[in-house]
């Protein structure tokens, strides 16, 4: 019996210590997977020290000019760190408040808000939690990605938090050893990126407020601070609405801290964002900014194009590739290119204002028809600015914000509100390109929603409010040649007008020997006017009259020393080739007619265009003319996006009624300058990625387009241009042709040297933006004088980049008998001598102010 109750109480003891055996076992088990899930975390991601103290920024590429020298980056990330001296002490306080007021007690981990943010997020399943992370433990989630926990299961969401918590701890832990609390914060705000290129709290408040991080104010400095929750859900320039509501919260915390206890929190609660100041980061500093941007738009292209790919199967990305572009731009003839506009354009935008003082562009000369397109256009450039987004997202955006699926953008709202008058304008819709046309019905639904109508009413409030702010005089900075940018109190609308009414100016310098672009300005100030005009088409004028003559002369049997009697000419139905269903009877650009006899050389002096289309109904046909275009690079097949031919059949092509960019006509001349060879213009040689190894080789097309006897001719030609009474007293031979279209709304001009072609191009951004007279609007005034200049500093360049003492090559065997109408080309007719006289009078005055 004492054996069983022996036996029977060990088993009972026994029974009793099983729990405790198993206790243990599951606690060793739970110790050694708790250490090994660290050991495999820290194998698999946690920052090393030396990685802290040198993150692993994507690789920049690097653009080098055709010396070798850097041209400019592109980048992900371009950082100005700030010290923790330099912050402002309103970031610091706004900081500490709202993200971690432990901060200075904590060891870089804070167990009870880690506590409060485990629960909500595993137990209330809210993905942003908020709250639980110090700054330390925000700085580290910034060196590694964190895994999203929405729409997993609550044991996938605790494993993930697990280890993202523990990654984030072990960083924390090592960035509080190897920092001390000012050093963490500095590097935080370094670190974050503020979105619209604003990377580091020295971009975010250039990019949010225009201004230096150290002047912000207490309120801007909430704003920021305040985006660090997520800085694309409170972005202030698109929701202007919540970022108040979050920048108040961050207001009220400093309020409870005791922060600057006289500051006048209640004002500021209710005050608005204002951001009428910001500007988007843009790599637009340094030498050639509207070159840049299009190379951007040609490397992206190029890449997707030839499908240029990694040996991981991805395409090439220039902003983190590390890729090497060479090009052919030369950093010297871009500096003289810049200085030569600026030089003239500051000049001539003071004679511009002067000639329009008392008077507005968006009237003159207009009848209701005019007046409404130019009043509309006006509105638009207005609303493109972010004054208007902000106001508009302030506005209608919390009514838009639960429509799905449909585009609201101010173009489609007026077209649906106008059917309330015309059922049918739904149309324009997809006639404007505004929505594909499958769309249709989706908009004509929500027309008919009972969604739509507070919209549009919300929507006519908000237009009201535009034009109401958009007429109030507000503190702004316009763009200044001298300083580049002047603070003036002007309003909106006024600050619109003002910008839309500076000329602007393009010019390209190509080397004619092998295609190699040396120079590349696009508008008068990147920062500012971000249109590239090079690259823009507009009406040529007279520059393509060179052609006409070449065609004439290769292809006409033309002789240039042949005469052709000053009157108008008329091309009219019937007449040969020219398939014109009404007559065309073009004057001269003075509307008068001498009746005297002119040979080819006083035609093109004169830019005759009398004679031009004499030439013209020689040859019978555009066709030769258009032929002679193909083959100097201007596509006679290409064809606009309204489907139109780009060198229409039109007989007025003759006298430049094409839309031709400068970059197409700069490469033309070239022919000119390279006896008649056409080289394809190229702006890139060849393109590295980071190991060296060549991923592109330009390869541009050369082809013969001139016969060289005729290109001779015309060379001499484009030279009795700029010779005489018109010659520019430069030591460099050259030649060339001006420009003017119709209301003087576009100037070129056309220079050829041995060794270098230069167009330029001047006018407004909208076609009214323009001089009302000839001597003033003339491309010999608002164009001519930057070639000048730009040959000018070549010249005295002292480092020998230019030869100013080449010629160009000697004339093909006849030329010499062909043009012996020398003497022909020095007597002009009598009434040509008087005007002439005057004309050379309205020079000398211009230049003598110039």
Not at 26 to 45: A, D, E, P, Q
Not at 185 to 210: D, P, Q, R, S, T
Not at 585 to 604: E, I, K, S
Request: hydrophobic share 40%; proline share 4%; glycine share 6%.
């Amino acid at each position: 019996m004492k054996k069983i109750q022996q036996l029977y109480g060990e088993v009972v003891q026994d029974r009793r210590l099983r729990p405790v055996k198993w206790l243990w076992a599951i606690m060793v088990f739970i110790l050694v997977g708790f250490m090994l899930t660290l050991w495999l975390i820290v194998k698999s991601g946690i920052p090393s020290f030396t990685e802290l103290e040198n993150p692993n920024n994507k690789l920049a590429s690097e653009i080098f000019d055709i010396n070798g020298q850097v041209l400019g980056t592109y980048y992900v990330e371009n950082r100005i760190p700030v010290s923790y001296e330099q912050l402002n002490p309103h970031l610091i306080a706004a900081l500490i408040a709202t993200e971690d007021e432990r901060f200075f007690s904590h060891s870089g981990v804070d167990f009870w808000a880690l506590a409060r943010v485990g629960f909500k997020t595993i137990l209330l399943q809210k993905e942003d939690s908020g709250g639980g992370s110090t700054i330390t433990q925000q700085l580290a989630k910034l060196l590694f990605e964190r895994p999203s926990t929405k729409g997993k299961s609550a044991p996938v969401r605790a494993a993930l938090l697990l280890r993202t918590k523990i990654k984030e701890w072990i960083t924390a832990v090592k960035l509080e050893k190897s920092y001390t609390k000012e050093e963490i914060v500095a590097m935080y705000l370094n670190k974050f990126e503020f979105i619209n290129g604003a990377h580091g709290i020295h971009a975010a408040a250039k990019v949010y407020f225009h201004k230096s991080q150290d002047q912000l104010n207490l309120d801007e400095a909430a704003v920021l601070i305040g985006m660090l929750k997520n800085p694309s859900y409170f972005n202030p320039v698109r929701f202007e609405t919540r970022t108040r509501e979050r920048r108040n919260i961050v207001l009220s915390l400093l309020k409870e801290s005791g922060y600057q206890k006289e500051a006048p929190y209640e004002k500021m609660f209710s005050q608005t964002i204002d951001v009428s100041k910001f500007r988007k980061q843009e790599q637009s500093e340094g030498p050639a900014p509207y070159f840049r941007a299009e190379l951007t738009k040609w490397l992206q292209h190029l890449i997707r194009e030839r499908n240029l790919k990694k040996s991981d199967g991805s395409l090439y990305n220039v902003y983190t590739d590390g890729l090497k572009i060479f090009t052919t731009l030369d950093l010297k003839y871009q500096t003289y290119a810049e200085q030569a506009a600026k030089e003239h354009m500051t000049w001539l935008q003071q004679r511009y204002f002067k000639q329009w003082k008392g008077m507005n562009p968006w009237t003159y000369e207009a009848d209701d028809f005019l007046k409404k397109i130019r009043h509309e256009a006006l509105i638009s450039k207005a609303k493109a600015s972010p004054r208007y987004s902000t106001l508009r997202e302030k506005i209608l955006g919390p009514k838009l914000a639960g429509i799905k699926g449909i585009k609201s953008t101010d173009n489609i709202l007026e077209v649906l509100i106008a059917m309330d008058t015309n059922k049918l304008i739904i149309n324009e819709l997809y006639k404007n390109g505004y929505v594909d046309k499958i769309e249709i019905e989706s908009y004509r639904a929500f027309y008919n929603s009972p969604e739509f109508r507070d919209i549009a009413n919300t929507y006519k409030s908000l237009q009201a409010q535009f034009l109401k702010e958009f007429k109030t005089p507000v503190k702004m900075n316009v763009f200044d040649y001298e300083k580049g940018e002047v603070e003036v109190t002007m309003s909106p609308m006024d600050s619109t007008k003002f910008s839309a009414m500076h000329l602007q100016n393009a010019v390209l310098a190509i080397d004619p020997s092998n295609g190699h672009i040396k120079a590349w300005v696009g508008g008068i100030d990147h920062q500012h006017f971000k249109y590239d005009h090079v690259t823009s088409r507009r009406s040529v004028g007279s520059t393509i009259k060179p052609f006409v003559y070449t065609a004439a002369m290769a292809f006409g049997g033309i002789l240039p020393c042949q005469e052709f009697e000053d009157i108008q000419y008329t091309i009219a139905p019937g007449d040969a080739n020219f398939n014109v269903d009404k007559e065309w009877t073009p004057n001269n650009a003075t509307d008068v007619f001498t009746g005297n006899m002119y040979n080819l050389y006083h035609g093109l002096v004169y830019s005759k265009n009398s004679i031009t289309v004499r030439l013209l109904k020689e040859m019978g046909s555009v066709e030769q003319l258009r032929d002679l275009l193909d083959k100097v690079g201007i596509s006679k097949h290409e064809r606009l996006p309204n489907g139109r031919l780009a060198v229409p059949l039109f007989p007025s092509i003759c006298l430049g009624a094409v839309d031709i960019s400068l970059y197409q006509m700069t490469g033309a001349y070239t022919t000119f300058a390279n006896k008649g060879t056409y080289r394809e213009p190229v702006f890139v040689l060849r393109i590295e990625d980071k190991n060296g190894k060549a991923i592109y080789n330009a390869s541009p097309q050369i082809r013969p387009a001139i016969n060289p006897f005729y290109n001779a001719i015309m060379v001499d030609m484009l030279k009795n241009v700029v010779g005489g009474d018109f010659a520019m007293g430069l030591k460099t031979e050259c030649g060339g042709k001006t420009g003017t279209t119709n209301d003087y709304a576009d100037g070129w001009f056309m220079g050829i040297t041995p060794s270098l072609v230069v167009g330029v191009w001047t006018g407004g951004d909208d076609k009214w933006i323009r001089f009302t007279n000839l001597n003033d609007g003339q491309g010999y005034v608002t164009a001519r004088p930057v070639f000048q200049k730009l040959i000018k500093k070549l010249e005295t360049d002292t480092t020998g980049i230019f030869n100013a003492k080449l010629r160009f090559p000697p004339w093909p065997e006849g030329v010499a008998d062909m043009i012996h109408c020398a003497k022909v080309k020095t007597i002009r007719p009598a009434a040509e001598r008087n005007q002439i006289q005057m004309e050379k009078m309205k020079r000398d005055e211009f230049e003598s102010e110039f």
